[in-house]
């Protein structure tokens, strides 16, 4: 079964915290994607990879083809990142996009 | 670019009332995704089309759901007849290529079915 899972499901940190969120799936992908929701519905795409590494400013998105799993960093964080983070992958026996359930994530000042 | 256009942004309507949303990609962008969004099922794609053509329409919930895009810039998702289990955000968005690409999403429509 093409599965999808993110940990953790909420999230509070401090204003300069690093943050961590991962996000694990059950077979092979094509790709991966890393979608920011803002509180007010609005949703942005952070990154989408297939391998290795990608950074954009405080953000940095890993992932792990062998073990199955990508994390998204934050460097720095700051209460305007406060929103839900999702991972959608593609199974590379499917031509559709899977999402995960999302983290939310609140950073407090 | 004004990005991902979507019409409306908010709808209420009764139970058993057709229902039209609409969507403008980027310029230049090939391909073009309706999502849903509920509290209960989170993000479901429901169809995508490349080159105006649907490439993908598994994640349609039933007849009562169709979408067109009859040209490069221009797409509707309509529900005929509407029913309360519908009320979700419905959001668009469109890439350069296909799934394995960067994805523009648009504000959202905000569907309440009564």
């Known amino acids: 079964k093409n599965e999808v899972e993110q940990s953790p499901q909420n999230l509070t940190a401090q204003e300069g915290e690093f943050i961590t969120i991962n996000c694990s799936y059950s077979?092979?992908?094509?790709?991966l994607h890393w979608l920011q929701q803002h509180p007010g519905g609005g949703i942005v795409s952070l990154f989408m990879?297939?391998?290795g590494k990608k950074k954009h400013g405080r953000l940095i998105a890993t992932i792990n083809i062998q073990e199955k799993h990508s994390s998204l960093h934050i460097t720095a964080s700051h209460p305007r990142d406060s929103a839900v983070y999702i991972c959608?992958?593609?199974?590379?026996?499917?031509?559709?996009?899977?999402f995960g359930e999302g983290t939310q994530l609140t950073v407090n000042p | 670019d004004a990005g991902v256009i979507q019409s409306p942004r908010h709808e209420v309507t009764e139970m058993g009332q057709e229902v039209t949303l609409r969507c403008k990609p980027i310029?230049?962008?090939?391909?073009l995704f309706w999502y849903r969004q509920t509290m209960m099922r989170g993000l479901e794609l429901l169809i995508y089309?490349?080159?105006?053509?649907?490439?993908?329409d598994s994640g349609m919930p039933e007849d009562r759901f169709s979408a067109k895009m009859p040209n490069a810039s221009f797409s509707t998702l309509k529900i005929q007849p509407s029913e309360p289990r519908d009320s979700a955000v419905y959001f668009c968005?469109?890439?350069?290529?296909?799934?394995?690409?960067?994805?523009?999403f648009g504000p959202g429509t905000r569907l309440t079915v009564t």
């Open positions: 990879l297939s391998s």
């Open positions: 310029s230049g962008h090939n391909s």
């Open positions: 968005a469109s890439s350069h290529r296909g799934e394995n690409y960067e994805q523009y």
């Open positions: 077979v092979g992908i094509s790709a």
């Open positions: 089309f490349n080159n105006n053509v649907p490439i993908d």
């Open positions: 959608a992958v593609r199974f590379t026996s499917g031509s559709r996009l899977t």
